[in-house]
């Protein structure tokens, strides 16, 4: 499964971004999908998946939605009210189990969109 997350950009702070996952070489309606972030000098973080049910980062929860399109193979995410915290690299993943869990346990990784949100 090869990943290809785009949809990064510059905002300011109360706007919003769509991110999109896009999946090939096997389709990903069986797979558990999530996002990920990482902020310069800090550890890669969870913040949403979907698969057995959905998940959410406690600081996203509310302004961020994730949704599948199967059809396209794709995985959007929805990121509105942005806080300059927002900001990092999102990664997309892939896991070869419909089971969600936030730790780093996927099999497939993208390879990263970078989103900056302006004060």
């Known amino acids: 499964v090869q990943l290809q997350a785009y949809g990064g950009g510059l905002v300011q702070a109360g706007g919003s971004l769509r991110l999109s996952c896009a999946a090939s070489g096997r389709t990903i309606s069986n797979y558990a999908m999530a996002w990920f972030r990482q902020a310069p000098g800090k550890e890669r973080e969870f913040v949403a998946a979907v698969g057995s049910n959905t998940k959410y980062a406690d600081s996203v929860k509310g302004r961020f939605t994730l949704s599948r399109d199967s059809a396209e193979n794709t995985v959007y995410l929805q990121m509105n009210r942005l806080k300059p915290e927002d900001t990092a690299v999102y990664y997309c993943?892939?896991?070869?189990?419909?089971?969600?869990?936030?730790?780093?346990?996927?099999?497939?990784w993208g390879q990263g969109t970078l989103v900056t949100v302006s004060s």
């Open positions: 993943a892939a896991r070869r189990s419909f089971r969600t869990t936030p730790s780093l346990d996927y099999d497939y």
